[in-house]
């Protein structure tokens, strides 16, 4: 099983900054990551997959990098909308499906 | 626009089963190559895959779950379901049904499950 990892845990930002978000895995998972932002009572909303697609609606303050065991999701200029966890999840292998712990962005 | 909705009860007693279904609107269950999928979070926590059924209707289930899950679909009603059998405290959770190429672009809202006697 392909285990991801997730730092921070926590990211405070102020409105406007810049925010980096890292997501490793245990082994490659080539570019088959995807990312997903999950609010308070809503179900996780697909970002980025492939690695850097952006999915259909997702602002280009999303953008996404990185390949086999290193991947890095970065919002450009932190919008009040955007606190929020952030969920990595691999499908290069299953099963099963794995996604990572979360990183949750909170106001700094 | 595909949608997802999910049913079922909210309670379920310690070992009993849980069976939930997603009915999906906008788009075949039984056609594309797209794997019908269900997931769930415990409050306060992460994503656990469970299992997903194919639109040629094979299935696949994360190991830790398989002897327990069972995902069947009704192309007829354009639904999926879940049946999670011997239940416990631990799979008190959100359920969400989700299509899936891979990555899960669509969801359902979810639906809470309670395990408790």
């Known amino acids: 099983e392909i285990v991801l990892t997730q730092s921070p845990a926590t990211l405070s930002v102020s409105p406007g900054e810049r925010a980096t978000l890292s997501c490793r895995a245990s082994?490659?998972?080539?570019?088959?990551l995807a990312w997903y932002q999950q609010k308070p009572g809503q179900p996780p909303r697909l970002l980025i997959y492939s690695a850097s697609t952006r999915a259909t609606g997702i602002p280009t303050r999303f953008s996404g990098s990185g390949s086999e065991t290193e991947f890095t999701l970065t919002i450009s200029s932190l919008q009040s909308e955007d606190f929020a966890v952030y969920y990595c999840q691999q499908y290069n292998n299953w099963p099963p499906r794995t996604f990572g712990p979360g990183t949750t962005v909170d106001l700094k | 626009q595909v949608q997802l909705q999910e049913s079922g009860p909210g309670l379920v007693k310690p070992s009993q089963s849980l069976s939930l279904t997603c009915s999906v609107s906008?788009?075949?269950?039984?056609?594309?190559?797209?794997?019908w999928s269900w997931i769930r979070q415990p409050a306060g926590k992460g994503l656990e895959w469970i299992g997903r059924?194919?639109?040629?209707?094979?299935?696949n289930y994360n190991p830790s779950l398989n002897s327990r899950v069972t995902i069947s679909a009704d192309t007829s009603k354009n639904q999926f379901s879940l049946k999670l059998s011997s239940v416990t405290a631990a799979d008190t959770a959100m359920y969400y049904c989700?299509?899936?190429?891979?990555?899960?672009?669509?969801w359902g809202q979810g639906t809470l499950v309670s395990v408790s006697s």
């Open positions: 059924i194919h639109t040629s209707g094979s299935t």
């Open positions: 906008g788009g075949s269950i039984s056609s594309g190559n797209y794997y």
């Open positions: 989700a299509r899936a190429t891979g990555f899960f672009d669509y």
């Open positions: 082994q490659s998972v080539n570019i088959n």
